[in-house]
């Protein structure tokens, strides 16, 4: 049987994180490289299928919004992992400490003095004319000053080979489940890699997870759920299997009462009182008496019972204001007024088309840029302008020019690659990187993540709704 | 535990068990089939009737074929209580309660799903692929109980589990039963022929009743066989068995050995000792069918009951409870 080979390997145009530009491979990926040799195409492909089973064996489907309900799909898996060295690890995990540390400041000052306004720091209108600001949240302090517990900052690598936070995602970030699930895959793929590479390990990130929220409250035993839109949601996969790794109670908004502003779930033996909740349902929906009038999956009088301090809701509500596309533009400015110190994990280059030199800009050069609506996930709502055709550049045009506001543009940065198994092949493919931190009584950082993968040749866009899979993220340990 | 969560475990063990159910009987008819003349509508109608789905049935189908009966019984999408569905629903309910169950529980109903699942769309299935289809969910269920046995804590959801198990597998016994004695005593001819015995075997098979009923009775006979599926205290499936462990488990669910603190524990308790203070012939005389007939009754007032006591316990929610169409 022909051994696996890599001389017809491309490189070229794009950083590798395997392979340096003459084809040598860096040294993080040494030993693996070194086992991957000893396996033939039609092995390696033996693996590969058995993740595939193993992802279907344990659930772990999603559906697609636009499909029907019923049609089930797997976030599929590639057996290569993306390989981190330790010091790498290191500077990142300083990065995004300081990142969140910097935000979670920023997001109680807008709620509360909003000294960042006044001192013309970021343009006061932006914040307040943000979909995701919530004025109800005026003059209020969440628990222990804390908004963003739990983060899920989409980074790249460029070609030259640093990282750069795409967006910070601090409202209800998803995807930690496919971390701890495909480290377990893996372990069963390659496991005396793991004996002999020294990785770090993430299982302990529900045990961090569950201590967090129970710092959160002065209770001795405090009753934590886990609340879900439900089954039919895209990520119920992952609320379920957090709320089993936690031992915690997985709620629907329909299982919660609100009584005198206390929050109570619905039990076999009456009332149960609950103390804070893990929600994945978003702001616009947990509560129908204040937000979205037609939301089922809320609760009525959730925010009141909120605002008394009466429950804890992780993530804080009004976080999302961050996660704005042109709020995320200042992020440079924010750290160096609240920590006085500069961006450690830069951001991507951004132009604001609400500031008319760069609307002007953006309008003129939108066949190299990627434009983004500032309220937009999931890789909806945005211009690829290499890959887009005129009559599309022309159409954003239009849409900028009726609300710049709504629309910004970054330089087109070319994705770093990892090989991955495509067609009986190996070729490289673009990733992005997402690591989850939790804020509790310090940051955190989970020496892992989710590696995104845009499994179409020359694709870009890793979003799981569009195409892409996803590959198990080994941070070393030396 | 939430009442929802406790509801949703409650249907997904009476899924699996119709489902269990549904594989054996139709396991048991094929091979019965084979040692009787090829009269289709005298062997595969009781089949239908025992699900209580004939209505739906004859509404879809213009008549009784063993193809037809097969199908609807076991992939049809159409009908609610078929294999398929039975299994789809199961998971859909397991998969709503992971976080209460093991993932060696949760891994086999799933893998019971894309069993079902890849055989439902696999055309023209010959009569062995079939029979080990059969096999293959009746293993598959078995094992989900094996390891809900092996891996479950004895908490409230295993006690509902338990339940929605208990009072499913009473309600089937009793169809079998009501489908299969009158179809029997309804052909005099053959009473006491070769045949005969095969037929009341088979009944008894469809129940997994054979090798013990034989054990305790050793003749083959129509009131025999009756009292060991309603009467006996000791064979896992005959109604009473169920609802004497039924019993026990809302005894644990509801803290009081005494009396009845709820009206689930009290309708149990009174069709319990309806059967306890009965003898076979009582029932005889009162007329087989009608007695099964209050007995499926009274299971659905019973499952109306637990409902009404643990899932749905305040005014704030309001939400339709599963059920079977009788």
């Keep these: ?478 | 535990m939430l009442g929802r969560v406790a509801n949703t475990i409650y249907w997904m063990n009476r899924y699996l068990e119709r489902a269990e159910n549904y594989a054996r009987f139709m396991d048991v008819n094929y091979n019965l089939s084979l040692e009787l003349p090829p009269d289709e509508v005298a062997q595969w109608q009781p089949l239908v009737l025992i699900t209580g789905d004939w209505e739906l049935f004859t509404s879809l189908y213009p008549k009784v074929e063993k193809n037809k009966v097969i199908y609807f019984l076991t992939f049809d999408k159409n009908n609610p209580n078929s294999i398929l569905n039975c299994i789809s629903s199961a998971r859909e309910n397991a998969r709503a309660v992971r976080a209460e169950i093991t993932k060696e529980v949760w891994e086999q109903i799933n893998a019971l799903y894309y069993l079902v699942k890849n055989s439902a769309v696999k055309k023209n299935q010959t009569d062995k692929q079939l029979r080990l289809f059969f096999t293959d969910i009746k293993n598959g269920c078995q094992l989900v109980y094996g390891m809900y046995y092996a891996t479950i804590s004895r908490n409230e959801g295993w006690h509902f589990a338990k339940l929605g198990q208990l009072i499913e597998r009473a309600d089937k016994t009793s169809r079998v039963l009501d489908a299969k004695y009158h179809f029997l005593l309804k052909s005099p001819k053959l009473i006491g022929s070769s045949l005969d015995l095969i037929q009341w075997a088979a009944l008894l098979k469809s129940v997994s009743a054979y090798d013990m009923y034989r054990k305790k009775y050793g003749k083959l006979t129509p009131s025999g066989i009756a009292e060991f599926l309603i009467l006996d205290t000791e064979f896992p499936r005959s109604i009473l068995a169920c609802l004497l462990s039924a019993e026990r488990c809302l005894v644990s669910l509801s803290g009081s050995s005494v009396g009845f603190s709820n009206n689930a524990q009290k309708q149990l308790g009174v069709l319990k000792s309806q059967l306890e203070y009965v003898d076979i012939n009582d029932i005889i005389a009162q007329g087989m069918h009608e007695y099964l007939d209050h007995i499926q009754l009274k299971l659905n007032a019973i499952s109306s009951a637990i409902y009404n006591s643990f899932f749905s316990i305040t005014p704030y929610v309001q939400e339709s409870s599963q059920s079977q169409k009788q």
């Excluded at chain 1, 919660?256 to 893990?278: E, P, S």
């Excluded at chain 1, 302008?385 to 550049?393: A, D, L, R, V, Y």
Aim: proline share 5%; glycine share 6%.
């Design chain 1, 1 to 478: 049987m022909p051994k696996l080979n890599f001389s017809a390997y491309d490189t070229k145009g794009f950083y590798d994180e395997m392979f340096d530009e003459n084809q040598n491979i860096r040294p993080n990926y040494q030993l693996f490289a070194e086992r991957l040799q000893k396996l033939s195409q039609k092995k390696l492909n033996t693996l590969q299928h058995a993740t595939d089973r193993a992802q279907l064996s344990l659930g772990m489907t999603f559906n697609v919004y636009s499909d029907n309900q019923g049609i089930e799909r797997i976030l599929h898996l590639d057996i290569i992992p993306r390989i981190i060295g330790n010091s790498e690890w290191n500077q990142l995990e300083k990065g995004l400490q300081q990142r969140i540390k910097a935000l979670n400041l920023f997001i109680q000052d807008i709620y509360n003095d909003q000294k960042v306004l006044k001192d013309k720091i970021i343009p006061k209108e932006m914040i307040l004319s943000s979909v995701s600001y919530l004025k109800e949240l005026e003059g209020f302090k969440p628990p222990k000053d804390i908004w963003c517990h739990i983060t899920g900052s989409d980074l790249i690598k460029g070609g030259d080979g640093k990282y750069y936070v795409l967006e910070d995602n601090l409202r209800c970030p998803s995807g930690v489940s496919y971390m701890l699930e495909n480290r377990e895959i893996l372990k069963r793929t390659f496991p005396e890699l793991f004996e002999k590479l020294d990785v770090k390990p993430v299982y302990n990130y529900t045990h961090t997870l569950r201590d967090t929220l129970e710092s959160l409250v002065d209770i001795d035993k405090p009753t934590v759920v886990v609340m879900t839109p439900g089954i039919y949601n895209s990520a119920y996969f992952e609320h379920s299997y957090l709320a089993q790794q936690m031992g915690a109670a997985l709620v629907e908004g329909r299982d919660l009462v609100v009584k005198n502003d206390m929050v109570y779930m619905i039990t076999t033996h009456g009332l149960q009182r609950v103390d804070v909740i893990y929600r994945r349902v978003d702001d616009d929906f947990i509560d129908p008496e204040v937000f979205n009038k037609k939301s089922l999956l809320g609760t009525p009088g959730l925010f009141r019972a909120y605002l008394k301090g009466h429950v804890v809701l992780v993530n804080a509500p009004g976080t999302g204001v961050v996660d704005d596309k042109a709020v995320y533009a200042y992020i440079p400015r924010i750290i160096k007024y609240y920590l006085g110190e500069d961006m450690i994990l830069p951001n991507v280059k951004t132009y604001i088309c609400d500031e008319e030199s760069d609307c002007k800009y953006v309008i003129e050069n939108i066949h190299n840029l990627v434009v983004k609506q500032t309220d937009a996930s999931g890789g909806y709502g945005m211009l690829i302008g290499p890959k887009s055709t005129k009559k599309e550049q022309q159409e954003f045009i239009t849409k900028i020019k009726a609300k710049p506001r709504n629309y910004i543009a970054q330089p087109m940065i070319n994705l770093s690659r990892v090989p991955t198994i495509a067609d009986n092949t190996i070729e490289g493919r673009h990733v992005d990187l997402r690591p989850y931190a939790l804020y509790g009584d310090s940051i955190k950082i989970i020496p892992g993540a989710l590696t995104r993968v845009a499994l179409e040749k020359g694709s870009i866009v890793v979003n799981s709704s569009q195409g892409g899979g996803s590959k198990d993220t080994w941070v070393l340990n030396s």
